[in-house]
């Protein structure tokens, strides 16, 4: 069983490199368990490269990930979301002729123990094991406020509804970790509010711990426990919202000025 104090992940001087240009740089921080972390820079500061490593869709070339303690440099992609790790995109990657039921089924279908053969067959064990995945969709769907979309199909649903939907597949897989990739793109000032209000329930309600990478700063300064900043690959800065708000490497990523402090 794993200490409950050590982090759920621990991202160690990682690097990664396209041909001749370092989109990492030795990146290194800790989430701790049960902690909103927000990572924040500016475009190319290598935040979409960190989440595609913790997926596994880049290896990285030096340095490690430490997911509860175990190494996850030689897990599979497809095993990842199996091992506790969530994510969410930032284009919805979801199947739009499909109900909103279904698409949230998807995410519990990792955690499914039916082989393909018993599926193709129907066997009984698998009639019980979708009915249970139905009733774990429609419960999230109930918390989410999407049960009025239930039987409609993603695709005809307003932009704000669908990135709900991606947050409720995402939390059907009964993550540990949630990666949420920019979730604020897109949505106006109400469904802002309303996605805060959804990241902190996940964690408060679901013990869900939660990496957040986003633009939007008011987004990542009001949700968020710990901020990781990092500028050209490399971790400028590393603390609560308060202190990053006043880093002056922070201020002058954002701005391209020295801050005057």
Known sequence: ?????EPLLSVRGVTVRFGGIV???GVGFDVKRGDICGLIGPNGAGKTTLFNCLSRL?????????FEGKSITNTPTHQIAGMGMGRTFQNLAMFRTMPVRENVMVGAHCRSSAGFLASALRLPSVSAEEAQLRDKARKI?????????QDRPVGDLPFGIQKRVEFARALAADPKLLLLDEPAAGLNHEELSDLARLIRDA???????VL??????????????HIVALNFGRKIAEGTPEHIQKHPD???AYLGAPANV
């Open 212 to 225: 957040l990478v986003e633009h939007h700063m008011s987004l990542v300064m009001s949700v968020s426990d």
């Open 1 to 5: 069983m794993s200490n409950s104090a």
């Open 250 to 252: 922070v201020i002058e």
């Open 23 to 25: 989109a990492l740089d």
């Open 58 to 66: 880049y290896q990285y070339q030096a340095g490690d990930i430490l």
């Open 141 to 149: 769907m109930d918390d989410l406020d999407l049960t009025q979309f």
């Open 203 to 209: 964690r408060d309600r679901l013990g869900i711990t």
